[in-house]
Structure formats: structure tokens, C-alpha cells
């Protein structure tokens, strides 16, 4: 059964059957201080843009394991720039993989690379419909994600430089996900928020199941 561990910020680890992919790998200098840059061992690195607290350790860590990055074309670039194995593909576009499959969707962000743009992901991983959102505002196209049958969204809820709770829960009535995991806030002051509040605002709307999860935390996926 796949499980997803959470790195704390927008850094996840998800892993099946000797498989794992981190997303957004920001270890050194993220306050969670969960995992050190050499501890991690994935198969694949999903980067949703090149800000420092998404980017992160990724070329690091691709030099290190031989992981695969997987993003769009200009952030695959700066790691085959660097000698890292990518794959770069770009919005709308889906690829299958050993785990399943990767669709890039849009996310409304900066890209951190000149000419990119930043993304989200919908990954099928071992038959677990997962929509990690990256860092986003809220769009009305989240309601054709949500057709895409998302089992666990992760969102950001921290505000200031993303959604803040009260989009994040418009986002959660648009795509109706089964489970919704609040992502990107608590890391800085300038992002502080009460992940409980938002749990209350989805519980009074929605039937989505709100996840919290605190840096080392540790999910089964059921679905
Ligand atoms: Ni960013
Ligand atoms: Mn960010």
C-alpha cells in the first residue's frame, strides 16, 4: 500500500513496492528539519518550479541517487544542464512511468526559470489518483482536474505568496478530492496559519476528508 511521509512544507516522499518520488525536495534550510539531503533515496524527483523552497536539493540529490526529475522542460533542463537524468514534459501533457503515470497541469505561480512556468502534478502512483498542486492561486480549471477523479489533493493553505485558506477551501469544493492535505504553511511567520481552522471551513462544506499532517508525519493511502 502506498504511504506518504511528509518532509514538511510542500516536500512529500511517496513510496510503494521499493518506488518512491519525492516532490518539491526544499531539506536544507527548510524548519521541519525532517530529513537530512543525504538520507533521501528516491527513484524520482517531482519539481513543481524552481523557487529555492521547491527546488531545493533536487540536483543534489539527482547527482547523488540517479534519480529521474520530472518536470516541466525549462526545470528539466537546469538538472540535464548539471548532468542529472530528466524528464521534462510541459501542461497538459502526460507521460506513463514504472509507478503509473504523471499529467503536468497548470499552476499560477512564478516558474523560477526564465521562460517557464510553474506546475502542478496529477500522478496515477500504483493506482492512487494523488493532484499535488505546487504553489498556485486558485483557478476555475481546478473543476477540470477534479474530473480527472482525484483521490488525495495536497494544497497549499499558507497564503501571502499562494492560496490562502478560504480559496483553498473553493479549490477543495471544485475538485472534490476523497482526502485533502494542507501543504506549504507554518514553515515562515509570514505563512502562519491554523490547518485546524481550515479543517473546520472543508468540514462545514464539503464531504473531503482534511489530512493534517505535521513535518514526519506518515499517511497510508487507503484509496
Ligand atoms: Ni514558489
Ligand atoms: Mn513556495
Redesign the pocket.
Known amino acids: 500500500m502506498p504511504n506518504l511521509k511528509y518532509l514538511g512544507h510542500s516536500c512529500f516522499l511517496l513510496s510503494a513496492n521499493n518506488t518512491s518520488i519525492i516532490f518539491d525536495p526544499f531539506l536544507t534550510g527548510n524548519p521541519a528539519n525532517i530529513a537530512q539531503v543525504d538520507e533521501v533515496n528516491p527513484n524520482y524527483i517531482l519539481v513543481s518550479?524552481a523557487?529555492e523552497?521547491?527546488l531545493g536539493n533536487g540536483i543534489e540529490i539527482a547527482k547523488r541517487t540517479g534519480a529521474i526529475t520530472i518536470s516541466t522542460f525549462e526545470v528539466a533542463n537546469l538538472f540535464i544542464n548539471q548532468g542529472c537524468t530528466a524528464h521534462g514534459m510541459h501542461l497538459g501533457g502526460s507521460h506513463k512511468f514504472d509507478f503509473g503515470s504523471v499529467k503536468i497541469v497548470p499552476a499560477f505561480?512564478?516558474s523560477?526559470v526564465s521562460g517557464g512556468h510553474?506546475c502542478g502534478f496529477v500522478i496515477d502512483f500504483f493506482g492512487s489518483k494523488i493532484y499535488f498542486a505546487g504553489?498556485t492561486c486558485l483557478f476555475s480549471d481546478m473543476m477540470l482536474i477534479g474530473k480527472l477523479g482525484i483521490e488525495y489533493a495536497l494544497i497549499p493553505i499558507g497564503d501571502n505568496?499562494?492560496m490562502g485558506p478560504e480559496d483553498a477551501l473553493s479549490a477543495v469544493k471544485v475538485i472534490h478530492p476523497k482526502v485533502v492535505i494542507p501543504m506549504h504553511y507554518n514553515t515562515w511567520p509570514l505563512i502562519t496559519q491554523d490547518p485546524k481552522k481550515f479543517e473546520e471551513l472543508v468540514n462545514s462544506f464539503c464531504n473531503t476528508k482534511v489530512e493534517i499532517m505535521n513535518p514526519g508525519d506518515k499517511l497510508e493511502l487507503i484509496f
Open positions: 518550479h523557487h523552497d521547491h505561480h512564478g523560477g510553474a504553489d505568496f499562494t
